[in-house]
């Protein structure tokens, strides 16, 4: 089945440093999309990426849709206490009219105070 | 707008018992909603695929006797997890799309099962 590598599995940071996470897939994807899941909670949308090779920015977040379409990568700018919590990448597919969102293994970010 | 609400966000019962788990999209339509698990410190894994007035689509190795999933209406969707047993606690994860194509997925704030 698709698997979607998320890297690096886990991040500690100082407050104030740039962020860059990456996601691979063994599949293409049409649609990527880059959530944020905070603890007990469901994952927030951050970006969405529809077309091969995207460039879209979302205040301090950029995000990438790879040329390849197998490939994704997020940044966060300038990070600061809230961004704590785990990203994953997902992929969007499409069979017979049936959408299936797969995710990433997640990357879990802290913040070093 | 795009808000998900799931319901109860808790439960604790004991094993053997069957348990109802609400998703609810408030201010849209919900033409498909879909239900995850996650188990702790993992991914998100699709279990089902949920179109209204229709019967849901299971993933692979997900049994759709154990998981029982009703889409009634625009805006509810239910999974009923019968008979659970301790293997099953896990947190339960809605999410609801509105239309079709590049719609998002807008998610609920999960269900956490604790079957004792």
């Known amino acids: 089945g698709q698997q979607l590598n998320q890297s690096p599995q886990s991040m500690f940071i100082q407050e104030g440093e740039d962020v860059s996470m990456n996601c691979t897939s063994s599949?293409?994807?049409?649609?990527w999309l880059w959530y944020k899941q905070d603890p007990g909670e469901g994952p927030v949308l951050l970006i969405a990426?529809?077309?091969?090779?995207e460039l879209t920015s979302n205040g301090r977040l950029t995000a990438q849709f790879g040329i390849t379409r197998k490939d994704s990568f997020l940044n966060i700018s300038a990070s600061i206490p809230s961004d704590v919590g785990i990203y994953f990448c997902a992929g969007l597919s499409s069979n017979f009219g049936n959408e299936k969102l797969t995710f990433g293994t997640g990357t879990r970010l802290t913040i070093i105070p | 707008g795009a808000v998900v609400s799931q319901h109860p966000s808790w439960v604790i019962c004991k094993s053997g018992t069957s348990v109802k788990i609400e998703c609810r999209s408030l201010d849209f339509q919900a033409t498909t909603m879909f239900w995850y698990r996650q188990f702790p410190k993992q991914s998100l894994m699709l279990m089902a695929t949920?179109?209204?007035?229709?019967?849901?689509?299971?993933e692979q190795g997900v049994e759709k006797d154990k998981f029982l999933i009703n889409h009634a209406s625009l805006t509810l969707s239910t999974l009923t997890v019968t008979s659970a047993h301790p293997e099953d606690s896990s947190f339960y994860i809605c999410?609801?799309?509105?239309?079709?194509?590049?719609?998002?997925?807008?998610f609920g704030d999960g269900t956490r099962l604790s079957i004792l």
């Open positions: 990426l529809y077309k091969a090779g």
């Open positions: 999410s609801a799309r509105r239309g079709t194509g590049n719609q998002p997925q807008h």
């Open positions: 949920s179109n209204e007035g229709s019967k849901a689509t299971y």
């Open positions: 599949s293409i994807f049409n649609t």
